[in-house]
């Protein structure tokens, strides 16, 4: 009689056991699970460290369409004149930013900028995305003020 | 007949309804802070005003900058009532025309959004030669140290002494061996950072002198320490 329900009772954890195995190995999660492929997409490794850029090399990105620059200015100024679809992550409001952060693209160069010379608010930045996975994002320091004073393209609005 | 008088009516209330609302003034667009010495903190001042006939809600008053304070005014001015911003304006590192603003969002339907501009001229007596006053000394490995000599030109017309040179931070230092700066003279003082962890840092190197129009020269330094390998 006992030797009976402790057979059974063994058969029925050897089959939840393997239930369990093959579910993890199947949806990808658990102890048993397959190990993923890395996607470069979103891998956390972090790359070179921030590096500055002058206005000629940040143009000629622009121009060819190879970064994304992220304005490290509080958005009223944001609204008032930014350089041409850049994204507006104000430093102060960081943490709060998560889908912006997200949506930074990878495969392209990040290029922060605020101000100008006399702000930090873009080293900042760079500081606080490299140290979230964000490698090879290039600071300038010239920022808005020197865009400007060179009549290159901006636009307005939130 | 009544009709008439309904459509007058509702015309009315539409005209009063549209007309009813809070309108932000302000008494000027611009606040010139005139011609001052780096390191120097200027006030000046913006006068608000409701001239609407609704209660106006002042939502933020920001500053572009963390080079300008400002003093939060009323939340809420009632029709014809003012307040005053106070704003102060630290010339720190900064060097030339300076241009700020003062960003003010308010319940204003017609203009939500008004930019208070903030312009100065600010001189200076020790000029750096690198013309800014902040310095990026790039990626860095913990516990190496980095040396960079910063060069300044005396452009008053007389000596001025060096006193002493402090920093904000542990791991950012400044040094020099002259005692005084002659007119067109440089001042050479050499920075050092040494970070024991890795992550940003920055820290301000003052250099006091005997100057009475820029008693102290400040330079924010900057920088990132990286762990070997990173």
Redesign the interface.
Known sequence: MYKHAARESGLILCAAVLLGFTYTFFSGKGFFARSRPIDSTESSTVGPAPTPINLPDAKALFDTDAAVFVDARHYFDFRRGHIKSALNIPLSEFDSRQTSIDSLPRNKTIIVYCDGSECNSSIELAAKLYEIGFGGIRIFFGGWEDWIANKFPTESGP | MKNILGFIVLSLLLIASTKAQPKLAVDSLTIDLGTIYSGQVKTGRIKLKNIGNQPLKIL?V?P????TTVRQPKGELQPNESDEVEVSFNSS??RGPVE??V?I?TNDPLSQ?V?VKLIANVKDELAPTSS???I?L??IRVGKKVEQPITFTNVCGRTIAIRSITSTSPHISGETDQKRVDPSDTLTVVLTALPDKA??E?GTVSIQTDSKNQPTVDL?V?F?A?KEG?
């Open positions: 933020h920001q572009s900058c963390g080079c590192l900064y700020k603003f960003n969002e959004y930019a800014s006053y902040s990026w790039g990626n992550g940003y920055t924010k900057y990132i990286q990173q």
